[in-house]
């Protein structure tokens, strides 16, 4: 299938990203955007933002074209920085206030030691695509040498989704088709996790999240995958429901919330054994989420809902109207951040004005 198309069908955060895409009559190609510095706008906290984090004090939020900005008043301003590319931007974490990684389309990976201050391109879906290519042929099975060939030959057209920040030096960025890749030295090198994450089918990796020495991975068509050994190995997991995911945390160690199309969310208290739906207020999907300083879930949808996790149902705090919702952060004592094709708002706790 069209790997557009794909993205259409499965991750709702593409549908808005593809049709905004098409508008623009002369747009550049990804390999293009790779080796072109992001947009500069004086409305850069206002345009499409997809991944927010905090660097110690300071939030770091991405988005299209490129785009990074930081605030270090609580999201009162917030200013844009340069990126090295103009590829839309998914995701953003940080290892601690100063290291940090910046995933996004064309398999790019950015990384920044400086609090998000300046960036650099430490991956793309060509470097990508040849690690991934001499991990097959090392392997020599003659099907993953053909897949990893294809992928060579598509060029970087597949996005990263996630990315898992263990420290400074580890960190997992996941994607598109099966994209798995992880390093050990803060960027300067990458090694492909494929072959340890099963997935004959190469569905879309949507998200990575870690406790301890537990990782998860969720995505397309039910996927949902665990390692309890840092990421040796993984074991397939499922679940009652066999639609995408685009989202899951881990509050503790055997606690796994999962939450994706439809409104559709579960919750296990053994690690993944078992599962018990969350009541959604609304069919929309659940597209991010994030764990609040106090330990308790929040979860957003396309409905423009800010909920929490309440007596086995998910609950909005709020009722004003906002727009279809992309990336949520909790940070402490500032509200709860969440991003949409209008960029940064903060919601607050019975926010219902």
Do not use: C
Not at 138 to 148: I, L
């Amino acid at each position: 299938m069209n790997s557009v198309l794909r993205y259409s069908v499965w991750h709702p955060l593409w549908v808005a990203l593809f049709m905004s895409i098409v508008s623009i009559a002369h747009a550049a190609p990804v390999g293009s955007a790779l080796e072109r510095p992001s947009v500069v706008t004086t409305m850069a906290a206002r345009s499409y933002l997809l991944g927010i984090a905090q660097a110690g004090e300071r939030l770091v939020a991405v988005g299209e074209r490129g785009i990074v900005v930081l605030s270090d008043d609580a999201g009162v301003n917030w200013r844009q920085v340069q990126a090295p590319v103009s590829v839309t931007l998914t995701a953003v974490r940080f290892a601690d206030a100063m290291h940090g990684y910046a995933v996004g389309h064309g398999g790019s990976v950015l990384v920044t030691t400086d609090a998000g201050e300046t960036w650099t391109l430490s991956l793309d879906g060509r470097r990508a695509a040849e690690i991934v290519l001499a991990a097959a042929r090392e392997k020599g099975d003659a099907r993953s040498v053909s897949d990893a060939e294809r992928l060579v030959a598509d060029g970087p057209d597949k996005p990263f989704l996630d990315v898992l920040v263990l420290d400074p030096l580890n960190a997992i960025a996941v994607g598109a088709y099966g994209l798995a890749l992880a390093t050990a030295d803060g960027g300067k090198s990458w090694s492909s996790w494929g072959d340890r994450i099963p997935n004959p089918r190469a569905f879309h990796l949507n998200v990575i999240r870690g406790h301890g020495q537990k990782i998860i991975i969720v995505g397309e068509q039910g996927l949902v995958r665990i390692s309890e050994d840092g990421g040796a190995t993984f074991a397939v997991v499922q679940t009652p429901y066999r639609g995408s995911y685009f989202t899951a945390e881990m509050p503790s160690e055997n606690v796994i919330v999962v939450a994706g199309l439809r409104g559709n969310a579960l919750r296990s208290g053994d690690g993944g054994k078992t599962w018990a739906s969350l009541a959604s207020p609304v069919e929309a999907s659940i597209t991010a989420s994030a764990i609040q300083p106090d330990g308790q879930l929040v979860l957003v949808n396309q409905a423009g809902l800010v909920m929490h996790e309440q007596g086995g149902s998910l609950v909005p705090i709020n009722t004003r109207p906002l727009p279809p919702l992309n990336g949520v952060l909790a940070a402490s004592n500032a509200g709860i951040f969440v991003l949409s094709q209008q960029g940064v708002a903060v919601v607050h706790s019975g926010d219902k004005k």
